[in-house]
């Protein structure tokens, strides 16, 4: 903070003119409360953000740049419910814009049926990731080795060209975003085993916990988002691992070449007035200075 002091000065041509400045440093310190007063009035009018977990740093970006907070207020004002909660607040009117992955079949159908109509727009891309050891000697492998992995027709990690040991394959909790993505975009029509509670993690945070856990046998596979996994928890011990011979990075990602790729979301109800709050920041986000926040955080927008 800047401290200012003034000085009094005995003469009349000094005292004038201090009282000149002193008349400049009221219309300065009045500007600067009635500034202060927007700037309020804007962080209150503020449309209530939600989405998905590996979306926050996006958001804290964007509210950062819009509302001129620092990165690090902006990061204490962002929160969100995951991705499945995200979608129906929205529906329920408890969220005005999200930032999000896509929702689980179920939560589709409840989209589907509601009589609130959405504006879903793709803003980015991701992929789906897949995690071991490091010290696992398997560096690759193919969609159909993944499958049958998680069916259980693969079960060592011997068959794959690894070491002697059993492979345990973690998922996430239903209807999680993840999930959802390992479900449709490398499973497809195939049903995984369905996983013992030990075997399913309830956050992004604690699937990889756990398989950093496994640090001393390095027998253990799981999965997360790349943006997730690769810039906002990475843990020593563990590494992504390539598909079908391409390693997922923000150029694979970004050309199409990496298998498992996922758009994500700008969405907001269709009945949105024109001149709302939201309005105006889903038009912020969607404009140039938005795409710059969106790479400036870190991520992917779509071409």
Known sequence: MKYFKLTIVATLLFATFACSNTVKVAETTADATKETTQVTAEKKSYPRVDGSTANMPMMAQIRSSYLGE?????????????????????????????????????????????????????????????????????????TEQLRDIYTEKITNWKELGGDDQKIEAYQRVLNSGSQTLFLNLVMKDVTPVDAPKKYRIEGMDGLIET??????????IGYSVFYYAKKMYAVPGLELISIDGVMPSDETIGDG???????????????TPADSETMKL??????????????????????
């Open 70 to 142: 620092t990165l690090t207020e902006a990061e204490n004002n962002t929160e969100v419910t995951t991705t499945d909660y995200a979608w129906r607040n929205l529906l329920d009117g408890n969220a005005d814009l999200l930032l999000v992955y896509e929702p689980s079949s179920e939560t589709k159908e409840i989209i589907d049926k509601s009589p609130v109509k959405l504006k879903v727009t793709p803003i980015g891309v991701d992929a789906l990731v897949f995690i071991v050891n490091a010290q696992n000697k398997v560096k690759n492998l193919t």
């Open 211 to 220: 398989l950093a856990s496994y640090n001393n046998s390095g027998n253990a």
């Open 257 to 271: 070449k990496y298998p498992f790729l996922n758009e994500y979301y700008l969405v907001i109800r269709e009945d």
């Open 282 to 303: 889903y038009n912020y986000i969607l404009s140039d200075k938005g795409k710059e926040d969106i790479k400036k955080a870190g991520y992917i927008p779509v071409k």
